[in-house]
């Protein structure tokens, strides 16, 4: 079955700790995005890659890190900088260039209490 | 800077109804315009329009571009109660970066 997989489903942390959000595909897409979500504020951008070993923020990728060693993989992890963690995490998945489309994973919710 | 706006923000129907979600569009670089469906989790892919005027069609939703205004607009004919959700539509800026530029959504909710 081709897809995206995000884990864990939920996820509960305390302040101040670093937690790793996972996301794989394996539909062998070569760029991966993650967004957030928030109530009435739509899909906003934290980071974004195009190929493995490279990747560029997005529009809030303030206390947020990213790697992407592998091309199945792109983990998101959200520091203790981040002001505001709690939220709907989504990664999503496109094709090569001429198929736009973005794909995405189940999501993440995150509460920091 | 690119926007996307959609309307209206909300509806309620009633089953059987007609429906028309509009989505304007301000985007440097426009390549397509694409619809989403999100019922409570990830959004899943509708359809992506390129071309102006052709219409894309799948059961009872459908969805047609227009460049010269930029807008878009889905359609759902004869809603069930399986049509609610929040529908988003995103313009993609194929510059460098190859972003997609999202409205915030309109949430339909389709009572029996």
């Known amino acids: 079955d081709g897809g995206i997989t995000q884990s864990p489903k939920y996820l509960f942390r305390k302040e101040g700790q670093n937690v790793t959000l996972s996301c794989e595909q394996n539909?062998?897409?070569?760029?991966m995005y993650w967004y957030r979500q928030d109530p009435g504020q739509g899909l906003r951008l934290i980071y974004y890659?195009?190929?493995?070993?490279?990747?560029q923020k997005g529009d809030i990728a303030e206390g947020y890190s990213v790697s992407r060693e592998k091309k199945e993989s792109f983990p998101l992890t959200v520091t203790s900088a981040q002001k505001n963690p709690t939220a709907f995490y989504l990664c999503?998945?496109?094709?090569?260039?001429?198929?736009?489309?973005?794909?995405f994973g189940p999501g993440t919710r995150l509460t920091v209490t | 800077e690119d926007k996307v706006v959609q309307s209206p923000l909300s509806l309620v129907v009633h089953e059987g109804d007609t429906v028309t979600l509009n989505c304007s569009y301000e985007?440097?670089?426009?390549?397509?315009l694409l619809w989403y469906k999100q019922e409570k989790k990830a959004p899943t892919f509708l359809f992506m329009l390129?071309?102006s005027g052709i219409e894309k069609k799948s059961g009872r939703l459908s969805s047609i571009l227009d460049k010269k205004e930029l807008f878009s607009i889905l359609n759902i004919t004869a809603t069930q109660t399986g049509d609610s959700a929040i529908y988003l539509c995103?313009?993609?800026?194929?510059?460098?970066?190859?972003?997609?530029?999202w409205g915030l959504g309109t949430s339909l909710a389709v009572n029996p």
């Open positions: 999503a998945s496109s094709g090569t260039v001429g198929l736009y489309e973005q794909y």
């Open positions: 539909l062998n897409h070569d760029a």
């Open positions: 890659s195009q190929i493995v070993n490279d990747f």
């Open positions: 985007v440097t670089n426009f390549r397509s």
């Open positions: 390129t071309s």
């Open positions: 995103a313009g993609l800026n194929a510059g460098n970066n190859r972003k997609l530029i």
